[in-house]
């Protein structure tokens, strides 16, 4: 059974926090804990390799829009959609017309049809799971981290996040074909 989508998302604990909690929302989900001067997009190979078996989509804001990325996501789940809005002024790779990437077909579609009608079509706004599940870890868990180490925070991390995911496993039905 294929798992789940998965959307990322980084938000930071408290306004002025100098960590952050990067989160793939998959089920389960993944965490790493951040220093605030660190970009996120290093740290999905990090996320990825908390996740067994492959994922079918990546969603993710377009700073996320870089190589490394990409490829990190190919490395973990072969063929996984990834939808990540190009830059502004992306262009087509040298190859687009003859053997086009995820990335040269959201740029072409970005062309046709315009960005905000590539956004609902792709799927896009998916990523807004990801916001809101931080918007729950908040209101749940705080907007704050309670422990001081960097260990003792990894650890208040990894069990809010396996709190959370219980919490999803017990509110998500059990649906069925009925004949």
């Not at 792709?122 to 868990?141: D, I, L, P, V």
């Not at 907007?143 to 709190?163: L, N, P, T, Y």
């Amino acid at each position: 059974m294929p798992s789940p989508a998965s959307s990322k998302a980084v938000n930071p604990i408290s306004p002025g926090s100098t960590e952050k909690l990067t989160t793939l929302f998959h089920s389960p989900c993944s965490r790493v804990l951040t220093d605030s001067h660190e970009q996120d997009p290093s740290e999905v190979p990090t996320l990825l390799d908390q996740i067994e078996g492959d994922i079918d989509r990546f969603v993710a804001d377009g700073i996320y829009d870089q190589a490394p990325v990409y490829s990190a996501v190919e490395n973990h789940s072969p063929g996984a959609q990834v939808i990540i809005p190009p830059r502004k002024n992306a262009v087509v790779s040298p190859t687009g017309t003859t053997s086009p990437t995820q990335r040269d077909r959201h740029i072409m579609a970005i062309e046709r049809e315009g960005r905000f009608a590539w956004k609902r079509t792709a799927g896009y706004y998916a990523q807004s799971h990801a916001e809101n599940a931080f918007a729950r870890y908040k209101r749940t868990f705080g907007g704050h981290m309670r422990a001081k180490g960097d260990a003792a925070q990894e650890r208040e991390a990894a069990i809010a996040c396996g709190v959370l995911n219980r919490m999803r496993e017990l509110g998500r039905p059990q649906s069925y074909a009925v004949n």
